[in-house]
């Protein structure tokens, strides 16, 4: 067993967002990546796909998530299931609040933007 405490300099902040690692496999996990993300209302991640299912479960706020064309909303409490290899984007929605969630997924994925440039997840590595 291993208890993991998040530390600043695995935490990766973007214009968007800031994604905090927690058990991945530079930390000891050998399938799983998980990691918290904090959005500030009105932000919004970039289109892109992973190469890995992922679940997102909204801790606090609500979240807009569009995946293949198609958008929903999820609120704290709730879980997003998102397959891989589809197009989505993420959003905290103007005056709902910040958004925070947890996020997991099989160890080893990353990212492909519109453009087709493949990505590394440097909060899930």
Same mark, same amino acid.
């Given at each position: ?47 892109? +796909?992973?190469?890995? =299912? ?6 606090? &706020?609500?979240? @807009? %998530? !569009?995946? $293949? *064309? ?25 005056? +709902?609040?910040?958004? =925070? ?6 160890? &080893?994925?990353? @990212? %492909? !933007?519109? $453009? *087709? ?9």
């Amino acid at each position: 067993m291993k208890v993991i405490t998040p530390t600043p300099d695995r935490t990766v902040t973007t214009p968007n967002a800031a994604m905090e690692s927690l058990a991945t496999p530079s930390r000891g996990s050998t399938a799983l990546s998980t990691w918290r993300v904090r959005m500030e209302a009105g932000r919004s991640g970039p289109v892109h +796909a992973i190469d890995r =299912e992922q679940v997102w479960m909204v801790i606090s &706020g609500t979240l @807009a %998530v !569009t995946c $293949d *064309g198609r958008t929903e909303t999820a609120a704290a409490g709730q879980a997003v299931l998102l397959p891989p290899d589809v197009l989505r984007q993420f959003a905290a929605a103007e005056g +709902a609040g910040a958004v =925070e969630a947890l996020v997991a997924m099989e160890a &080893g994925g990353s @990212a %492909v !933007t519109e $453009d *087709g440039q493949r990505h590394p997840l440097p909060w899930a590595e």
